[in-house]
């Protein structure tokens, strides 16, 4: 995957960024999540930390402004799945209030991909609560901002506590009338407020 360094069908995945990269970049923990995935144990390790590459090269879950841009590209049975479903769960690991997932150009290929998040990631079947609120094709119609906006706002109630604050999972396909019923499911959402209670 990334780094040339291969996990797939003998293919990899590259990451382009144009953001810097090296010791001042931010050092996300793999954790629960991340490590609760059934990986390939030959492979773990390299997964993990291929993930870790990814996700350090974004904004930190805690800085209170900035961008960035970057594209992760893989090629056929390249192991992409299991790499953004990796990504995905480390993000959860580290803080990150939501994560959209944007796969499939087709009904099918979507499903796929959500069916792959949903088994992996463990939405329908754990014995403890799960710490995911999964929505798929979000829409105006489905409410979908009223509840995004209230899971938002667990992150910052301090009286609910840190288990039990539910990191958003959007899942979309890649098509261009869903994308921008996400648009204006965002769109209603309040900016986010700074997390210093002088500002």
Known sequence: MANGVPHGVGETVEIVGDGAQGPGRWQPVA????????????????????????????????????????????????????SFTTVTALARDNGYQMVIVIAGTS????????????????????????????????????????????????????????????????TVMKQHQNLEKLVDVLRQLPPRRSSNPRD
């Open 31 to 82: 954790g629960p999540e991340a490590l609760g995935l059934t990986l390939p144990l030959e492979s773990q390790d390299t997964i993990i930390q291929e993930a870790v590459n990814v996700l350090q090269r974004c904004i930190p879950p805690n800085a209170q402004v900035g961008h960035e841009t970057g594209l992760v590209v893989g090629y056929v049975q390249s192991g992409k799945t299991m």
């Open 107 to 170: 009904l099918y290929l979507f499903g796929q991909s959500k069916q792959r998040l949903i088994r992996d990631l463990r939405l329908e079947n754990r014995a403890e609560r799960s710490p995911w609120r999964h929505i798929e094709s979000p829409t105006l119609a489905g409410h979908a901002d009223v509840v995004i906006r209230d899971s938002l706002a667990e992150w910052r109630d301090q009286r609910v506590p840190a288990e039990e604050r539910k990191t958003v999972l959007v």
